[in-house]
């Protein structure tokens, strides 16, 4: 299992022209968990993965969790992002999050990039914040 972390600017992107915000993350967690995401170039995503959501605004921090529901594809309408992929909000675990983020600086992220691995000193703490199990 691997885990990812996916970019979101608030302040420029959007879920099927809703604003890509914590509320709007949290509120469809509970109403309408399963999203299609745009990627940018084909990542070694694979079903079970855990996909991290980051707002970079208002507060750079993780605040919600998905898994990943199969491996991403290609998407030939769409040449600025020719590859999506299907992922299911975890609500308890996106909960959790949303009251208690984990910032940027507990992350240890250099250079934002729209889909980066989670580097390993990184998932213990985005794991207990989440509530799911450490190791």
Known sequence: MEDWIYILNPNKDTLDGEPSDKETIRRLAHEEPELDLWLSRRNRMSRGDRLWFFFSSPESAIAAVAEIDGEPYEDPDDPDFSYRV????QPQATEALYRNPVKREDLGLGQVRSVQKVKPQALPVLLTRA???VG
Not at 86 to 89: A, E, K, R
Request: proline residues 0%.
């Open 86 to 89: 299907d992922v299911t909000l």
């Open 131 to 133: 509530g799911l199990s």
